[in-house]
């Protein structure tokens, strides 16, 4: 799999929340949705203002939540993150 097969389609920007909505089509048939992508300046970020992908999450027991798309390659993991903040400040830009 390359990150070619990664298509992002951004659904809804809450500019209150600083949260952008982004569904991720895979190889064109396969449309997983419920993607995050938060603005924050919080601990994990040192402080500094950065954009966070998270993948689509579920509620399990004890209210803990987990991923349920989970990809085993850390480096297209990593190139799939930048590929989706740079689609996310490109479109939050334009507004």
Known sequence: MKIEDFEIKIKKYDEKKKVVYVNLMVCGELETRGWIVRFTDTQYSHNIPVWLVNPPLAKGRNKKFF??????NPMLWQLLQKKIIDAVKEYTNLL
């Not at 991923?67 to 085993?72: A, F, G, T």
Request: hydrophobic fraction near 65%.
């Open 67 to 72: 991923w349920i798309v989970y990809l085993k």
